[in-house]
């Protein structure tokens, strides 16, 4: 069970932090991953974070979004800077587990004047 929060309205240039809380599993053994999807457009990846914290992230977010991750807490974490409107899309988390991939419902991160 994946569930995240923090979207909402920023202006670009602006920043956001996204939680994602997990449960149901061993948080702490499985690699993380953030994606987003626009309407009209397939799901992208975003950001990615191992289980001993190593990361890795799209080009077009690089520089710009730091993944990061709580054990203790079962979280993981987006945080979003230099936001640009093209980063406006619904953010999901995901986790694979025994080849099955398991998606929140996604939290709405729009960037507007």
């Known amino acids: 069970h994946l569930v995240e929060s923090g979207g909402g309205l920023v202006q670009p240039g602006g920043s956001l932090r996204l939680s994602c809380v997990a449960s149901?599993?061993?948080?702490?053994?499985?690699?993380m991953n953030w994606y987003r999807q626009t309407p009209g457009k397939e799901r992208e990846f975003v950001a990615y974070?191992?289980?001993?914290?190593?990361?890795n992230y799209a080009d077009s977010v690089k520089g710009r979004f730091i993944v990061s991750r709580d054990n203790a807490n079962n979280t993981m974490y987006l945080e979003m800077n230099s936001l640009k409107t093209e980063d406006t899309a619904v953010y999901y988390c995901n986790v694979n587990l025994d080849s099955t991939d398991y998606w929140g419902e996604g939290t709405l991160v729009t960037v507007s004047s």
């Open positions: 149901g599993f061993i948080f702490s053994r499985y690699g």
């Open positions: 974070i191992r289980s001993g914290g190593g990361t």
